[in-house]
């Protein structure tokens, strides 16, 4: 069986890592650290930067790692290697993301006395394209959540956990990464809150409703006991063997019970932030209030639900309107 794509990642980069020369090794390792601990990037964001930064130096070697150097990049050296990403067939999103990659790379090693100055000042990056978000109607996501509280009538402790993982999920919309790191001492009851530490170590408060806190507390405490072992500590949600929930599981928890809901689209926890927001925004919430619930470092990514609601608007007024 082939390992999984992330693994598969992984793996690549540490051969890559591998076979470059130890002076520009450390370069890299150098840049590691100042992701994780500088600017305190996610593990997944640090490993998607170090990816495209070991390409780009492979690439200016023209495929040889031992003859690649840091003080070789140029801005020439910059658009061949996207150029050759875009010739293998690289979406705009990835070509973007990569951009904003080798830019970081080489403002930080201009900063640091790497290079005398930084080629990437004048790289322009491709404009992704934002494609509106696949999102549950409310009926849907209910009816999602319906199900899920059936499966959960049996007491099965995994059905009750992951009735608790779907409600927190649309309730609060909250990232995967954000969910499966909660601690016990992160939920207030009795404010119906909890505290989540987002993207660049943020934290913040997000509220739930009432179907939520009823979940989780059912799970705390009918399924959480029966699960928890010597590598639970203090994490809320749990995995069938004990320890802390991890975010594939949680994925497949989502799929599962979306899937079961007939005429929604396949979705996984994103999809439940992307209705929770949309659902928030068409009850009329407004943009601020749900950039502060999402976490959104900025509002330029939350007015992306702005279209959403419109589209949706657009859609019912055609379908019901006599002069449409």
Known sequence: MSPPPNRTRRVDLVRL????????????????????LERALSPHTVRA???????????????????????????????SWLGAQHAAGAERTTLARRTAAARTFTAWATRT??????????????????????????????????????GAREGDPVALRDQAVVELLY????????????????????QRVIRVL????????????????RAVRRWVEQGRTTLVGDRSHRALFLGARGGRLDTRTARRVVHDVVGAVPGAVDTGPHGLRHSAATHLLE????????QELLGHATLATTQLYTHVTVERLKAIHDRTHPRS
């Open 17 to 36: 890592r591998g076979a470059l020369p130890s002076d520009v090794a450390a370069v890299v390792d150098d840049f590691e650290r100042h992701l994780a």
């Open 113 to 150: 006395g790497i290079l005398t100055e930084d080629p990437g000042l004048r790289l322009v990056a491709p404009k992704a394209h934002r494609t509106l978000p696949a999102v549950l109607r409310a009926d849907q996501a209910e009816a999602a959540m319906s199900a899920a509280e059936l």
């Open 49 to 79: 930067y170090l990816g495209d930064v070991v390409a780009l130096l492979v690439h200016l070697a023209a495929g040889t790692a031992a003859d690649a150097t840091v003080e070789s990049i140029d801005l020439a050296g910059l658009r």
């Open 171 to 190: 309730a609060t919309g909250v990232r995967v990464a954000e969910l499966c790191g909660l601690d016990l001492d992160d939920v207030d009851y009795s």
């Open 198 to 213: 987002g993207k660049g170590s943020r934290e913040r408060v997000v509220p739930f409703g009432v179907p939520a806190e």
């Open 283 to 290: 009850g009329g919430a407004d943009l601020r209030t749900v």
